[in-house]
């Protein structure tokens, strides 16, 4: 089983990414799961949200303790979140950063998904960049799936320009 945790803040957008994220692997035959650990959080504070990725049926519904991989929706949380506890020797980390961030023992791409999104959206909610990002390090999940759940999730309006940041992103990201 492959576990995805998700951190994000408050109205970034990981909870959404997380769903979206499962509905894209559903469609590529795999069963999936996704949900939020919620608390009393609030917007600009840390968040977590988490999916599951398998073959077969999924049974656990816990918490995701021991991630394979992590997406990190804003890079200052890595200063007040200790982002890699639990995670696999091998996991691959995707974080929205401008600047190259390394994390000694992991694979990280970097990827400046808020400038993705300020281009593509107007507003700096960059959960759909950074799934562009995820399904091409990974290769987890095709990036057609990811622009069907996003059909599937948002109106035209905002799909269209969701799925313009989505593929920004998987074209920018150097593997």
Known sequence: MIEIRLHGRGGQGAVTAAEVLAIAVFRDGKQSQAFPRFGPERSGAPVEAYCRIDDKFINLRTQVYNPTHLIVLDQSLTKVVDVTQGLAKNGIIIINSEESIDIPGYKV???????????????????????????????????????????????????????????????????
Not at 111 to 126: F, H, N, Q, R, S
């Open 109 to 175: 791409y970097n990827i400046d998904a808020t400038k993705i999104a300020m281009e593509a959206l107007g507003k700096p909610i960059v959960n759909t960049a950074i799934l562009g990002a995820f399904a091409k390090a990974t290769k987890l999940v095709t990036l057609d799936s990811i622009i069907e759940a996003i059909k599937e999730r948002f109106d035209e309006k905002l799909a269209g320009k969701n799925i313009v940041a989505i593929k920004k992103a998987y074209e920018e990201l150097r593997v």
